[in-house]
């Protein structure tokens, strides 16, 4: 584990002594994170609503290990992973105007069978991923800190947080991708309170990424050929072969508008977005711009509340989100042994439309929160030159249940339910026939284009002792593809104080 997680986990440790005198029940603080704000949780991505998250101290240390298996993925993400990790959490108001929050985390986990891809990030690099058809197994370790601050004015609030993340991934056979991923993120804020019957929020920050990916052959007589794919089945075949490593450098910016009326505080409008931009330099004799890309997330939300009494509140929701991605490929002269950069092209572009409508009910007095939605998902993905593309129209639906029931004053009992119905409207496309990498893309195709049903089942025991709680947690996830099943299992044991 990296300096910061220790130095987290000893804050975690003193916390709990500090707690000790403490009368407010482990439970209640356990309930109150799992309350409505669940509903409009994206108002917190600004740090200075981080105060409104909740009243009480509450900090954990978590073991746990958890199983994938699926029959159905995309083959270049994992067909098995084994996954052991440790967290350690804190939301500790310090006292009514400065409050802190944070977590540390470390994963090593064991992936099985990745083809067609030799990099980590994958929802951040696709489709730009260096790639051999040989593949094989990833041992991978993450590592995460987050920590936080908000302090509260007469006026108006101001906070701010810092998210460090660092993954190494490592292949043992040939090909040997040797991959390092560093994403560091800045993000601060500020409310105005009470500006024409509205508490106003402003939230920016920055963001740098970079990932370094190197391929050894201990075999050279059995090498396979690399290739730096374009997406959709293309890739440069200039740089097909024997050119192993290379490297992504980006940098990215966020920023979000809030606005929630500061007398009942039951209406929350959210506007959320965030770029991150990166080259993938290809190290030849020189270094070469082989492609860039644009990533861009957009989120609008707007959550009314309704109190009919004092133990129930209802809610609705309207959602619109927008996934996009932009990528600038080059054209390269290829008559030297160094290449040059002639030409430089839009060529690629994805684009991941959300419309959703969701409901809510938070029961105080029965411990409940329940919250179905439905949406409308559109998926549009092509390829300018060689023409190539596919666009699926998606129907989803399904809810979020979580109950807390109490055994007796020390142990308590907490379930999470979701569901969720994946139904394909529409489906067309024009792929790449190329020999070399048209299975992946076929099969690729083939999982996008299907329906399926997925149900997530955990169930926790709370166990209160004289300061602190303990915990055990069964998590099971079942993804239906017809006759073919996902299956996710995971068990967790740790402390709560």
């Given amino acids: 584990m990296n300096k910061f ?35 409009y949780n994206s108002i917190f991505r600004n740090p200075a609503f981080m ?8 900090s954990s240390l978590e073991v746990n290990y958890k199983q994938e298996k699926n029959q159905n993925y995309l083959i270049q993400k994992p067909e098995h992973s084994n996954d052991f990790g440790i967290k350690a959490k804190s ?30 990030d994958y929802s951040i690099l696709y489709p730009y991923f260096t790639a051999d058809e040989k593949g094989g197994d990833m041992q991978q370790e993450n590592y995460a800190f987050l920590g936080g601050v908000s302090k509260k004015t007469k006026q108006f609030d101001w906070g701010a947080s810092i998210d460090y993340q660092a993954k190494l991934a490592s292949r043992s056979k040939d090909p040997r991708p040797q991959n390092i991923s ?11 309170k009470n500006i024409l019957h509205f508490n106003i929020g402003l939230n920016a920050g920055i963001q740098k990424y970079s990932q370094s990916n190197e391929i050894l052959f201990f075999n050279e007589r059995e090498k396979v050929p690399i290739f730096h ?81 004092s133990e129930n509140k209802y809610g609705v929701k309207i959602d619109y989100i927008l996934n996009s991605k932009l990528g600038v490929e ?50 549009r993905e092509k390829n300018i030159y060689p023409v190539s593309f596919q666009n699926f129209d998606y129907l989803n639906s399904g809810f979020n249940l979580n109950y807390f029931y109490t055994i007796n004053p020390r142990n308590l009992l907490q379930f999470q339910f979701d569901f969720q119905y994946h139904k394909t409207l529409k489906k067309e496309t024009l792929l ?24 997530k089942f955990n169930i926790q025991f709370n166990h209160k002792m004289n300061t602190f709680s303990t915990f055990a947690k069964l998590g099971s996830e079942f993804i239906f593809f017809g006759k073919n099943t996902n299956t996710i299992f995971s068990v967790s044991s740790g402390i709560n104080f």
């Fill in 91 to 120: 939301y500790y108001p310090l006292n009514q105007s400065l409050t802190l929050w944070g977590n540390a985390s470390y994963n090593n986990i064991s992936h099985k069978n990745i083809t067609w891809n030799g990099s980590v």
């Fill in 51 to 58: 105060p409104d998250f909740g009243n009480y101290r509450l």
């Fill in 432 to 455: 790449n026939n190329d020999k070399a990498i048209g299975d992946m893309i076929e099969r690729n195709y083939l999982l996008l284009s299907k329906g399926f049903t997925n149900t």
């Fill in 229 to 309: 794919l374009n997406g959709l089945g293309n890739y440069n075949h200039l740089l097909k072969g024997d050119k192993t490593d290379s490297f992504y450098d980006g940098f990215g910016y966020s920023g979000g508008v809030q606005l929630v009326n500061s007398r009942q505080k039951n209406l929350f409008i959210n506007f959320n977005f965030n770029e991150l931009n990166f080259d993938k330099i290809i190290r030849l004799s020189t270094n070469i711009e082989a492609s860039k890309l644009k990533n861009r997330n957009i989120e609008t939300s707007v959550t009314k509340l309704f109190n009919t009494t």
């Fill in 330 to 379: 080059s054209i390269l002269k290829g008559r030297s042994s160094i290449n040059e950069i002639i030409a430089q092209n839009e060529n690629y572009s994805l684009n991941n439309e959300i419309f959703q409508l969701s409901g809510m009910y938070h029961s105080t007095k029965y411990n409940l929160y329940f919250s179905p939605y439905i949406n409308y998902e559109a998926h």
């Fill in 182 to 192: 560093s994403n560091l993120k800045l993000n601060t804020g500020i409310k105005w």
């Fill in 5 to 39: 997680s220790y130095l987290l986990l000893g804050f975690l440790i003193l916390n709990s002594f500090a707690n000790a005198q403490e009368q407010d029940s482990l439970f209640i603080k356990l309930k109150e994170q799992q309350n409505e704000k669940q509903f």
